[in-house]
């Protein structure tokens, strides 16, 4: 029922914005290329005839009515920011889909009984903000408190947070379509998952406090490395990481202190991220890790939690309605986790959601490399379509 070509052509355009040859997308939320790919999509959804709005934090959203004035809505899409070199697809493959639902029910004169939004949100990957910034802000899921610097940095304001929450009983159900951002569905061939439920996020700041002092003389016996030690305490830590299969651990970020070639490093810095669909598997593991840096002899580590996003359930009658919507367009499908978080991650919080995936090839994504065929991208957008028309059967 969409236009495959239509949809593959402003999704291809979309990725233009901030692509950066040999590096992959420079679109981080609330920067220039993100500001101009948000533009280009506001304008595509009023071409489509969508009444557009943008909320205090920078959610993007366009609108059309349905029969039932005063129904909550169906909304659908995804996230227009992108990790620092990362594909063109993850997040606005979601947004672009849901532009392409839209248009195609109202082009075939399908009247929705529901009003049904195109959402783009705003800093959906990890950062200053904690991830899924735009979504938990809608939400009302931002509970910490935010710096006062990364507030000004990004021009916004604790008052601008809270009015961005919506109501949620303005809403019906919320669909995200999204690449796998795995191997799971490209190793067995099958064109569409339908995710069961979505990982929890942990993060800890973890410092380890050592002694900077001059790299030739001082000997090795009497270094207090904060390099050395934390790189000890890792490998222990991953060994045992190893033994596990139900969470996965990241440090992608590590910084050594002050920095210099030449100097002993005095601290080691790093970030320590554990997912697991279980929120006791998380909280087992870190407990694993806070042991170990207690018993690890020698120099003093300090850990501090900066995020925590329980894992959540996707809604099983939305899971039903893309299977239908699969099997009535003869696609087949499979049920399955999602190891990557979503915005749908925090709409499940408030209203019923659930979630499509297209395969990644080679499972590669959060990579220049990211890729998706576009028969399998234009697959996910006919049955995030289909399912759409799904759930405005199934909802009241
Ligand atoms: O990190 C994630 O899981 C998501 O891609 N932001
Ligand atoms: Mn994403
Ligand atoms: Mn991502």
């Known amino acids: 029922m969409i236009s495959g070509e239509r949809f593959l052509s402003d999704l291809e355009t979309l990725g233009t914005i901030g692509w ?16 101009e790919a948000r533009t280009f999509v506001q304008k595509k959804m ?7 709005s943008m909320d205090e934090v920078g959610n993007l959203f366009g609108r059309m009515e349905g029969t039932e004035g005063g129904a909550p809505a169906i909304m ?3 996230h227009l920011d992108a990790v620092p070199g990362g594909g063109k ?8 889909a849901a532009l392409e639902a839209a248009r195609a029910i109202r082009e075939r004169g399908i009247a929705l009984r529901h009003p049904f939004e195109v959402v783009g949100f705003i800093a959906e990957e990890g950062g200053p903000l904690g991830g899924t910034f735009g979504s938990r802000a809608l939400t ?13 940095q990004f021009g916004l304001t604790v008052e601008g947070i809270q009015a ?84 996965v651990c990241n440090v992608g970020v590590f910084s050594l202190h002050p920095g210099s070639v030449a100097i002993v490093p005095g601290a080691a810095e790093f970030i320590l991220e554990i997912r697991s669909l279980k929120d006791a598997v998380m909280e087992e593991a ?59 991650n925090s709409m499940a919080h408030v209203t019923p959601s659930g979630m499509i995936f297209v395969p990644s090839i080679r ?34």
């Open 46 to 52: 009023e071409e489509a005839g969508l009444s557009t």
């Open 76 to 78: 659908a899409g995804s």
């Open 363 to 396: 499972g590669v994504s959060h990579s220049k490399e990211e890729a998706t065929s576009p028969e399998d991208l234009a697959r996910g957008a006919e049955v995030l379509a289909r399912t759409i028309i799904e759930a405005d059967k199934i909802f009241s």
């Open 164 to 247: 961005a929450r919506r109501d949620p009983a303005s809403l019906c159900c919320y669909l995200e379509l999204h690449i796998e951002q795995g191997p799971y569905l490209d190793r067995r061939g099958i064109p569409i998952g339908i995710p069961t439920g979505i990982v929890g996020i942990s993060r800890y700041a973890v410092t380890v406090e050592g002694e900077t002092n001059h790299a030739g003389s001082t000997p090795m016996k009497e270094r207090k490395d904060a390099m050395r030690h934390a790189t000890d305490l890792l490998n222990k830590w991953f060994a045992w990481v190893d033994t596990r299969d139900d969470f």
């Open 20 to 35: 950066v040859e040999g590096h992959g997308m420079d679109r981080a939320a609330y920067s220039k290329n993100y500001e």
């Open 140 to 152: 009302g899921l931002v509970k910490d408190p935010i710096p006062e610097e990364v507030l000004n």
């Open 89 to 96: 697809y993850d997040g606005p493959l979601g947004v672009m």
């Open 286 to 344: 870190f407990q694993r890790f806070k042991a170990l840096c207690d018993c690890e002899a020698g120099l003093p580590v300090t850990v501090r939690r900066t995020v925590w996003k329980g894992g959540t359930d996707l809604a099983p009658g939305l899971q039903d309605a893309a299977e239908r919507a699969c099997g009535a367009a003869g696609i087949p499908c499979v049920r399955m986790p999602s190891g990557a978080s979503h915005d749908a």
